[in-house]
């Protein structure tokens, strides 16, 4: 599970992946978002508004499930 969070004004988009390495994803994100062609059209609005430099991506916990991430994710955002 991994989040990229928005530098300027707190908000984030939270992910999971079954990618061994976060860099990979990583990277996968940006090239969509880069390219205008991210499939979450928030996110791809705020950073083509803010910047790729207003991003951080964290990497939170790999071994959570797709269900303990829907469960979490109000702790998750609050907590990062």
Same mark, same amino acid.
Do not use: C
């Given at each position: 599970? #991994? *989040?990229?969070? @928005?530098? =300027?004004? /707190?908000?984030? #988009?939270?992910? *999971? !992946?079954?990618?061994? #390495?976060? +860099?990979?994803?990583?990277?996968? &994100?940006?090239?969509?978002?880069? @390219? /205008? !062609?991210?499939? @979450?059209? &928030?996110?791809?609005?705020?950073?083509?508004?803010? /910047?790729?430099? +207003?991003?951080?991506? =964290? =990497?939170?916990?790999?071994?959570?499930?797709?269900?303990? =991430?829907?469960?979490?994710?109000?702790?998750?955002?609050?907590? &990062?």
């Amino acid at each position: 599970t #991994y *989040m990229f969070i @928005n530098k =300027v004004n /707190g908000k984030k #988009y939270i992910g *999971m !992946t079954g990618i061994k #390495y976060p +860099s990979t994803r990583k990277g996968q &994100h940006l090239h969509n978002l880069r @390219n /205008g !062609t991210h499939d @979450n059209r &928030h996110f791809q609005s705020a950073f083509n508004k803010y /910047g790729e430099d +207003s991003f951080e991506f =964290v =990497v939170i916990d790999w071994d959570l499930t797709e269900e303990q =991430v829907k469960e979490r994710e109000p702790e998750l955002i609050r907590l &990062h």
